[in-house]
């Protein structure tokens, strides 16, 4: 299983990029990269998913080096409303049982 | 389209008792998987099944079992409750068709506390 290692927390002010970066030394070679995003007393959301090089959608960007052995999720220009904790999977998708969300990273943005 | 519902929003129960939660996955969507998270142990991946059959199992006891219907929505039931179950059960489904994307839409979650 690819265990993932994430800062337990991170800081911001709102206005700011944030960088969240994930370990996943032991990734296998069909698996993917995803990141979902979680509010208190709700499910999590979905932000971005990708396998190599960077993808980019309306919210976030998501950098995988060559090696692919981390990742860095980019939220530019934080608000008030991005403060929740960011959870960083590795697995191939249909392997529901091997996704793992570990501990996350609570991320608070400051005004 | 209507996003994941999960029924009952909150229960409260007592130890010994059993429990049945329920979830209506996104139409069109026919694999449905169960987690349960606390705070001390995070989220943790319960069961899935797809087409009213369990294709995958996390490492719970039999206490929890679960099931899907013809139309996709699913139960899960909690047996002989014990203070330790106490969590917010999430459930989310998938679509299966989309194989380079293959998020999980998931439901606000039922919040449980064992008494």
């Known amino acids: 299983l690819a265990k993932t290692t994430q800062p337990i927390s991170m800081d911001s002010y709102e206005g700011q990029e944030v960088n969240i970066t994930c370990s996943h030394n032991n990734i296998a070679t069909n698996d993917y990269i995803t990141w979902y995003q979680q509010f208190p007393s709700q499910g999590p959301r979905f932000i971005i998913q990708?396998?190599?090089t960077k993808v980019t959608n309306e919210v976030a960007s998501l950098f995988i080096p060559a090696d692919r052995k981390s990742s860095t999720l980019s939220l530019p220009r934080v608000s008030l409303s991005d403060t929740a904790v960011y959870y960083c999977?590795?697995?191939?998708?249909?392997?529901?049982?091997?996704?793992?969300f570990g501990t996350g990273t609570r991320l608070q943005v400051f005004p | 389209k209507a996003g994941v519902t999960q029924t009952p929003r909150y229960l409260i129960k007592t130890r010994g008792q059993q429990v049945t939660l329920s979830c209506s996955p996104i139409s069109g969507h026919r694999s449905v998987s169960w987690y349960q998270q606390t705070p001390g142990q995070g989220l943790q991946f319960l069961f899935e099944?797809?087409?009213?059959?369990?294709?995958n199992k996390g490492n719970f006891p039999g206490r929890f079992s679960g099931r899907q219907f013809s139309n996709s929505r699913s139960e899960m039931n909690v047996s002989t409750l014990e203070l330790g179950d106490s969590a917010l059960y999430l459930c989310?489904?998938?679509?299966?068709?989309?194989?380079?994307?293959?998020?999980?839409?998931f439901g606000s979650g039922t919040q449980l506390s064992v008494l």
């Open positions: 999977l590795v697995g191939a998708p249909e392997n529901t049982d091997k996704l793992i």
């Open positions: 989310a489904s998938r679509d299966e068709g989309q194989t380079l994307n293959e998020k999980l839409f």
């Open positions: 099944y797809f087409s009213e059959t369990q294709r």
């Open positions: 990708g396998y190599k």
